[in-house]
Nanobody, 115 residues
Framework: QVQLVESGGGLVQPGGSLRLSCVVSGRIFSAYAAGWYRQAPGKQRELVATIMRDGSTNYANSVQGRFTISRDNPKNTVYLQMNSLKPEDTAVYYC?????????WGQGTQVTVSS
């Protein structure tokens, strides 16, 4: 059974940084694209960033230049480095493996950006 476990969320002041991690159980990690999505209260879940098997990346316009997605295949882990955080980045962040809508999801980690 595939499980995704996120960590690294928390409360941070505007302009601060956080690094999210997502560890994937099982032996399928390197075979799939991975990504981070987020959902703010009252809003739909939206794409933040994706990383393909070959390491190519894609970002939402709202985070381009501030967030960096990366993956470590031997560690079955995908990361999201978030810099210059803004209050509008506040959301629950979800890790995804294999794309939407049929991929695997983590339980989410809360990120709150507030002074």
């Amino acid at each position: 059974q595939v499980q995704l476990v996120e960590s690294g969320g928390g409360l941070v002041q505007p302009g601060g940084s956080l690094r999210l991690s997502c560890v994937v159980s099982g032996r399928i990690f390197s075979a799939y694209a991975a990504g981070w999505y987020r959902q703010a209260p009252g809003k739909q879940r939206e794409l933040v960033a994706t990383i393909m098997r070959d390491g190519s990346t894609n970002y939402a316009n709202s985070v381009q230049g501030r967030f960096t997605i990366s993956r470590d295949n031997p560690k079955n882990t995908v990361y999201l480095q978030m810099n210059s955080l803004k209050p509008e980045d506040t959301a629950v962040y979800y890790c995804n493996l294999g794309g939407v809508p049929l991929g695997y999801w983590g339980q989410g980690t809360q990120v709150t950006v507030s002074s």
